[in-house]
């Protein structure tokens, strides 16, 4: 008896499409950071890091093939240059691959919960692991060379406590002084922070290296606002008496020659904006301070605008690969063949 085959949801198509789509990025940039790297202590996590990416594109393009689902194009050798010359130091290779590991972990949690399949449950289960092992091998080597940027240490506080004023919630106040800022909310402006200056230094490197004037443009803008916004969330900690964490690496080199395709840059900063809206959302949930929610919501619009423009020039230039969707039904029958 045959069993039959439970076909995959419009969420699983999405997740699997998602995912092979950043892996194949993945795989372009990684590959670049391994001919480039000297640390002896770094290359063993870049390594990981691309061996994953490898691993997960040939278990996801059987998928596709098992499906008979289109296979996406993604990036592939036409997107790199591996013979850059070298772009970034070894120092910001491993805290980027730290902070994609963090990116990593919130999608793998939302694959997971978004898929009923066995056996694509199984694949998002193992890449969260996979993921939470390169981000602790990742972290152990930061923080073995300082350079793992750590959230802000406060006093220990002595007893549990309740509100017990409406003034709790406020930013804002002619008679009084804004409250001290609570823990979560300076977890929040911290992975903010950490997140802006990933960008700033990615959108830098990549107007440097584009031989496109208006994507030169466009990064600089996004590193304008990438700088924008750490002075913002760095302005909030400094006036509670808390010293911003910021890492005084050094990240780019002075070179010219793109490494990357200007379809992959634009898309990594348009990933980069997606995320960075999603960590304000977030952070604005979590926030109980008025003026801090009020923050995060005009800054996401800011990121917001500078996106579409992104994904406008993309789709002036034919990088934007469409996602897989459905059939336009109205379309369809006006367009049918009506020869029998």
Not at 230 to 236: E, L
Request: glycine share 4%.
């Amino acid at each position: 008896m045959t069993e039959n085959r439970i076909s995959l949801t419009s969420s699983e198509i999405a997740s699997t499409w998602t995912g092979y789509m950043n892996d194949s990025m993945a795989k372009c940039i990684l590959g670049y950071f391994l001919v480039h790297v000297e640390d002896s202590d770094i290359r063993p996590i870049i390594q990981f890091a691309y061996d994953l990416t490898v691993s997960h594109i040939e278990k996801l393009t059987h998928l596709f093939e098992e499906e008979d689902l289109p296979l996406p194009t993604g990036f592939t050798n036409e997107d790199v240059n591996l013979n850059a010359p070298r772009l970034y130091t070894d120092s910001f290779m491993l805290t980027y691959i730290n902070h994609m590991a963090k990116a990593g972990l919130l999608a793998y949690s939302g694959l997971v919960s978004m898929s009923a399949r066995k056996d694509v449950r199984g694949y998002f289960m193992e890449g969260l692991k996979e993921t939470s092992d390169l981000f602790d091998r990742s972290s152990d080597v930061a923080l073995s060379k300082g350079l793992f940027v750590r959230s802000p240490y406060i006093v220990y506080p002595t007893k549990t406590d309740y509100v017990d004023s409406r003034s709790y919630l406020s930013g804002f106040s002619l008679f009084s002084k804004q409250r001290p800022l609570n823990t979560v909310e300076i977890a929040h402006l911290y992975m903010n922070i950490q997140t802006n200056l990933i960008g700033s230094h990615l959108s830098i490197s990549f107007a440097q290296t584009s031989p496109r004037k208006n994507i030169q443009k466009w990064m600089l803008r996004g590193n304008d606002i990438s700088k924008k916004h750490v002075q913002i969330f760095s302005a909030t900690l400094l006036d509670n008496d808390i010293q911003p964490p910021v890492s005084s690496d050094v990240a780019v080199t002075n070179s010219t020659t793109p490494p990357f395709s200007d379809k992959l840059t634009m898309s990594h900063m348009a990933l980069l904006s997606a995320t960075g809206s999603g960590n304000y959302a977030t952070a604005a949930a979590a926030s109980q301070r008025t003026d801090l929610f009020l923050n995060y919501e005009r800054l996401s619009l800011e990121v917001a605008q500078y996106a579409k423009d992104g994904v406008n020039i993309m789709i002036d230039n034919k990088w934007l690969e469409q996602p897989p969707g459905t059939t336009d039904k109205q379309k369809l029958s006006q367009t049918k063949d009506t020869e029998y």
